[in-house]
């Protein structure tokens, strides 16, 4: 069975500084997807950046990037020029051939003015 | 385009009592998810709809929890009798999913947060 795991409960990050969460998964197929979503307090959660396992190149999106290092199966973000409005859970997923997703336990991001 | 509404957003039950939430997912997504959030948690999915087809339920506690997307469309989750133990935040998601086009990504409500005393 698949699994993801994210090994931090709590980050803090100071406002215009760089932060990475960290993920990472087991799985024995070779397809899949993986997903950060951002869950800020009270408000639905959104994606915030996706990565399909056969693409090499790592994904980007704005600020938020990600290490997608698939033999070692790990699948961290990094948020650049961090903010206020970044303060939020955040939520590494997984997604297989059976359409359904697996989420980690989450990283509560702060940051601090 | 309006996103995927659930209601209510709060409900606060005695135990033993009946409780139904709604699901209105985003307009022509053909699959719509119940997960469960425990505080501090990642959400656990309940039940996944294909169109009205509910094709994994294996999570779902069946003597106490129900759900039902008769047109396809909307979908209510429905618990009886709540426990203690089932106070959580329910939330509803979408996607569109094509096959080889499928991007994957879900798209959440806001979430309903049940209270059990």
């Known amino acids: 069975a698949q699994t993801v795991t994210q090994s931090q409960p709590e980050m803090s990050v100071q406002e215009a500084e760089t932060v990475t969460l960290s993920c990472t998964y087991d799985t024995s197929e070779s397809d899949y997807y993986l997903f950060w979503y951002k869950q800020p307090p009270s408000r639905q959660m959104i994606l915030v950046i996706r990565q399909e396992a056969y693409k090499q190149q790592n994904a980007t999106e704005n600020r938020f990037s990600v290490n997608f290092q698939k033999a070692a199966k790990s699948f961290s973000l990094k948020i650049s020029d961090s903010q206020l409005g970044d303060a939020a859970m955040y939520f590494c997923?997984?997604?297989?051939?059976?359409?359904?997703?697996?989420f980690g336990t989450g990283t509560r991001l702060k940051v601090l003015a | 385009e309006a996103g995927v509404v659930q209601s209510p957003r709060y409900k606060i039950i005695e135990k033993k009592q009946p409780v139904a939430f709604w699901c209105n997912p985003i307009?022509?997504?053909?699959?719509l998810y119940w997960y469960l959030q425990n505080l501090g948690q990642g959400p656990e999915l309940l039940i996944r709809?294909?169109?009205?087809?509910?094709?994994?339920d294996s999570q779902l506690p069946k003597d106490r929890f129900s759900a039902e997307r008769l047109k396809g469309v909307d979908s209510t989750l429905k618990i009886q009798p709540a426990e203690l133990g089932d106070s959580a935040v329910y939330l509803c998601?979408?996607?569109?999913?094509?096959?080889?086009?499928?991007?994957?990504?879900?798209?959440f409500g806001e979430g309903s947060r049940l209270t059990v005393l």
């Open positions: 997923a997984y997604k297989g051939g059976t359409y359904k997703y697996i």
């Open positions: 998601a979408s996607s569109l999913d094509l096959g080889l086009a499928n991007t994957g990504e879900l798209f």
């Open positions: 709809y294909e169109n009205e087809e509910a094709v994994d």
């Open positions: 307009s022509g997504h053909n699959t």
